[in-house]
């Protein structure tokens, strides 16, 4: 005996129940005939609207319990799903044959110190993939590694970024796709904020211009290129690994600036890059509090960056750094530079950093309340009172430090491509830092 049916919907009259006689009437057109039975009910042609919804949603029904049954537990809630991919592409071509390309991603933007916190093969097709990265914001960058160190080194390897960047991965966003273009020419455009003063109203100035032109075959850096910007050919810098434009003193920054580069390699055109200051900066809020540095970054802020200078006269090397810095290991610290600003990738190799900054300087006789390491018999240093921070951290604007040994500058030796080389001082440098 068949058991009894709901009779509350025609849609239990399902075509793989009905007999094929009752197919069969409906294909002759009877406006009565009947479709199927449900228990003591009757479905009929005129029930036929009711019953073709009602199959409808019950196939959609069944669909989705498949679909979920068969995805199982929710991959996002895994990470197996978070991905950062693309595809590098080499001056607007495919990737030449035999050049090993890497691509690499970090937190910090690498060209200014940032140490990749991954990296991974590019195929020969150009692709490449970053499995299962922890969320957060990433600067994605990729290069030729020419030396085959292994290293992403800024200024010394054909390298590019990709445009949207830091890319943000997680929360919702668990695959990026970018494509890298790698430039063999690298334009860095540094522009700062510097506030009114006296009856000098607030500017934005340019404080260099950094041209690096590599050779598209070997990698290597091309000394007897011609270098023009906006019409005024550029020099070597001193280091004799780019050509600079540092005018001193600083003036106020253009809408635009056109690098043009020539050099047989190219061709007989020059290789032109228009590249845009951007319109950001700002005195940072900062203060000293004991042995750490402690800033505020606005909203429109990508990077932080901080210089100690020591008793003795060092400015030591310039890298990123996230509020509160320790400054734990330094020695006598008597000023802290600290740079709040915003870097834009405006084409493959060229980027801009826009930048305000503010330098925190202590006394002589207290310099050593900032450093690390006080003597056993040194009595501690007197805590800063809980409604101000300490009265030897007071913040000055200006160019004290500014320009000396900037992390634009090239790395001190191959094997340290981040660590930033100052120029020569007076008094030679003590250890290199630990971190800040």
């Not at 009757?42 to 989705?64: K, N």
């Not at 810095?325 to 740079?339: F, H, I, N, P, S």
């Not at 690390?372 to 030897?392: G, N």
Request: net charge positive; with cysteine.
């Amino acid at each position: 005996m068949t058991p009894p049916r709901d009779e509350s919907c025609a849609c239990d009259a399902d075509p793989v129940n009905q007999s094929a006689g009752a197919r069969r009437r409906l294909s002759r057109g009877s406006s009565r005939k009947v479709l199927g039975t449900t228990g003591s009910k009757r479905v009929t042609r005129g029930d036929a609207p009711l019953w073709s919804a009602c199959v409808r949603r019950s196939h959609l029904a069944t669909l989705l319990v498949g679909v979920f049954w068969a995805a199982g537990p929710s991959t996002s809630a895994r990470g197996d799903s978070i991905k950062i991919g693309g595809r590098v592409t080499f001056d607007g071509h495919r990737l030449p044959p035999g050049r090993k390309v890497r691509a690499v991603i970090a937190r910090d933007f690498p060209g200014l110190g940032g140490v990749p916190d991954a990296e991974t093969t590019v195929d020969a097709a150009g692709r490449f993939v970053f499995n299962r990265p922890a969320p957060g914001l990433y600067w994605l960058a990729a290069y030729v590694d020419d030396d085959a160190d292994h290293t992403f080194s800024p200024g010394r390897e054909i390298m590019g970024y990709a445009t949207t960047n830091p890319v943000p991965i997680g929360d919702g966003r668990n695959q990026f796709n970018a494509t890298i273009d790698l430039s063999p020419i690298q334009v860095t455009l540094v522009t700062r904020f510097q506030p009114a003063q006296g009856n000098a109203s607030a500017r934005r100035v340019i404080e260099s211009l950094r041209v690096v032109p590599l050779n598209p075959h070997t990698g290597k850096f091309l000394a007897d290129a011609e270098v023009i910007v906006s019409n005024h050919k550029l020099e070597l810098a001193p280091e004799g690994n780019a050509f600079l434009y540092a005018p001193d003193p600083p003036e106020t920054v253009q809408g635009r600036y056109l690098v043009e580069v020539l050099h047989p390699v190219f061709g007989r055109s020059a290789r032109k890059h228009a590249i845009a200051p951007r319109a950001f900066g700002a005195v940072p809020e900062a203060r000293i509090e004991g042995q750490k540095v402690v800033w505020a970054s606005p909203p429109w802020a990508n990077v932080s960056l901080l210089r100690p200078v020591r008793a003795d006269g060092a400015q030591m090397p310039e890298r990123p750094a996230r509020s509160p810095a320790d400054l734990v290991g330094l020695g006598a610290v008597t000023a802290v530079r600290v740079r709040v600003g915003r870097v834009d990738v405006q084409h493959a190799g060229d980027v801009t950093l826009a930048v305000g900054e503010t330098t925190l300087t202590t006394a002589p006789d207290k310099a050593q309340g900032v450093h690390a390491a006080p003597a056993a018999s040194a009595s501690p240093p007197p805590a800063p009172a809980a409604s101000s921070p300490a009265p030897e951290a007071a913040s000055t604007q200006g160019r004290e430090a500014a320009r000396e040994g900037s992390a634009l500058d090239p790395p001190a030796a191959p094997n340290r491509p981040h660590v930033v080389a100052p120029r020569p001082l007076s008094h030679p440098p003590a250890s290199p830092p630990s971190s800040y």
